[in-house]
């Protein structure tokens, strides 16, 4: 587990664009069920997360359509939550950072660790808003 402190600022940071923090499985799934597209992204304390995969699912946001939730949860500090989200990303292997797309519970759309790393964050943007304009 990490500490806190560590990790404020990395929680912060999608946390003042608007993504609700995750912290228990029941919060995963109330999520998950919840009418319309969600997206939960998986935050991480690794540089691809800071350089790439949160600026580029703020950056996604700038899009007309755009995902009716938005959600996120931590790997390596809120265990509970990040399992129940791994578990319906199946069958992609558990990854951090990583971002799922749902539609009514139903996974749509997937971006894997692999899809992040050494990508920039406009390319990540422009893999979820190509989502959005077909899911949302």
Partial sequence: MYPEELVKPMRDDLATAGFEELYTSEA???A???EGT???VVNSVCGCAAANARPGAKLS???DKNPDH???VFAGVDT???NTARAHMVPFPPSSP???LFKNG???HMIERHHIEGRPAEMIAENLTEAYNEHC
Wanted: net charge negative; aromatic share 0%; no cysteine.
């Fill in 98 to 100: 990583s971002m799922a």
């Fill in 38 to 40: 969600t997206l939960v």
């Fill in 61 to 63: 946001l700038q899009n």
């Fill in 32 to 34: 998950l069920k919840r």
């Fill in 70 to 72: 938005l959600v996120t």
């Fill in 28 to 30: 995963v799934e109330d």
């Fill in 106 to 108: 139903e996974l749509v």
């Fill in 80 to 82: 509970e939550a990040v």
